[in-house]
Structure formats: C-alpha cells, structure tokens
C-alpha cells in the first residue's frame, strides 16, 4: 500500500515569491493534516481536513497561507507571499478517521 | 493547555548501551501518549502509542515505553541501541477530548549511537 506523497521533497524560493505544496494521502484516509515543522523543532498543526471541510484551522496563518482539500483526496497548501520565517519542513498527514496518522516525507521549505 | 516535554535535545549513547529518552506531559487526565521517530530526509513513523490498558507498551525495533501516571512520564528504553537507531524521537499526546485525533509534540531529542 502507498503511503503519503508529497511534492516537492524541496523547495527554495525567494522571499515575496509563491510557494504551493502538494499531499496525496493514503487511499480512504478521509482525515488529512498540515504541519509546520522548524528546524529544532516538533510538528505544529496548522489545518485539519475532514473530507473536504477543513475543521480546525486555527493555527493557520490566514494572512498568507491557503489550503484546499477538493473532491476530499489531494490537498494543496499554498503561501503567498512567503517570508523568511517560513523556512522550515512541511508534513501531510492522514488517518481513517480518528486513528493513527501516517505522516508523509515533507518538503524542506528554503526561503532567501 | 496541554504540552509535551522532552528533556535532552541530544542523546549519546555507545552502540548496546541503554537507551533512555525523557518524555513528561501536563494533562489533568492521563491523555493518549506516542513516540515517533523520524529518520533524516523521512517523515515520522509511529513507535508505539498508549491508550489504556497495560502500562508497559511494547513497539517496534525493540523500543518500549512506560505509561506513569503518577510522574506524568512516558519515558522510551530499548535495552542495546543498534546504529540504526540513530535518528530523532518525539513525544507526543493526543488530549483526551474524544473525536478529535489532535496531536501535540514534544520538541524532539536526536539520539546518536557510536561505535
């Protein structure tokens, strides 16, 4: 069974540029996450997907970053513009509801 | 608020040595515990979990923790490190709110194991 993908592994921009990610969770996972990893750091939350209705996005900074979930499978998160401090690791997530997550490989967010 | 605390940043230990890492939690209910760990270039990938049951929770690669309620503590061993276990380790908590599958980490501890 494939587990979580994300693309791309890497990404370097610079600052004021857009940046999107994207998941593909694992088959029938209808939960997805999105975390925010910095260097040194354990994962923050930032949304959280129940099929398509994100139902905790809190910690999301709304100024800035965007994220969708269409048709509740692939999700794209996106940051525009990106800053400096946005440098850090972003994780997808899934589960079958409220079971355990799988964690994707993330993609390592460089911002100059 | 809950919060995970994990004492030692960095682990050393030499290759069949003890392995120990600190995990404590605030939570004025005993919450749903984990260990992760995460490989260079990788995601993380679940240890082993605590939910109810036997305090003594046994994983994968020869890793256990141990559920103390009364210290707050979920501390993981593995009697001899192997260099393969070289990687980061985090705790984390699931609030015991029910339906809602939130995870909080702990900062992380990088375990090095030496010849």
């Known amino acids: 069974e494939a587990g979580v993908v994300q693309s791309p592994r890497y990404k370097i921009i610079e600052k004021k540029q857009p940046v999107a990610f994207w998941c593909n969770p694992i088959s029938g996972h209808n939960t997805l996450y999105w975390y925010r990893q910095n260097l040194g750091q354990g994962p923050e939350l930032l949304i959280r997907?129940?099929?398509?209705?994100?139902?905790?996005d809190s910690q999301l900074p709304k100024d800035r970053f965007s994220a969708e979930r269409l048709k509740g499978v692939d999700s794209t998160l996106k940051i525009q513009p990106a800053e400096l401090g946005d440098s850090a690791v972003y994780l997808c997530a899934s589960s079958l509801e409220g079971h355990e997550q799988y964690f994707g490989p993330g993609t390592r967010l460089t911002v100059t | 608020a809950q919060s995970v605390t994990q004492l030692g940043s960095h682990v050393s230990v030499s290759e069949g040595a003890l392995v120990l890492l600190r995990c404590n939690y605030s939570s004025s209910v005993p919450p749903y515990l984990f260990w992760y760990v995460q490989y260079p270039n990788q995601g993380l990938q679940l240890l082993l979990k605590?939910?109810?049951?036997?305090?003594l929770v046994k994983g994968i690669n020869g890793f256990e923790a141990e559920f103390k309620k009364s210290e707050t503590s979920f501390h993981l061993t593995k009697p001899s490190a192997h260099m393969s276990d070289a990687a980061e380790y985090f705790c984390?908590?699931?609030?015991?709110?029910?339906?809602?599958?939130?995870?909080?980490f702990g900062a992380g501890t990088r375990l090095a194991v030496h010849p």
């Open positions: 984390a908590v699931r609030p015991f709110s029910g339906g809602y599958n939130k995870l909080i």
């Open positions: 605590y939910t109810t049951g036997a305090t």
């Open positions: 997907y129940e099929n398509e209705e994100a139902v905790d």
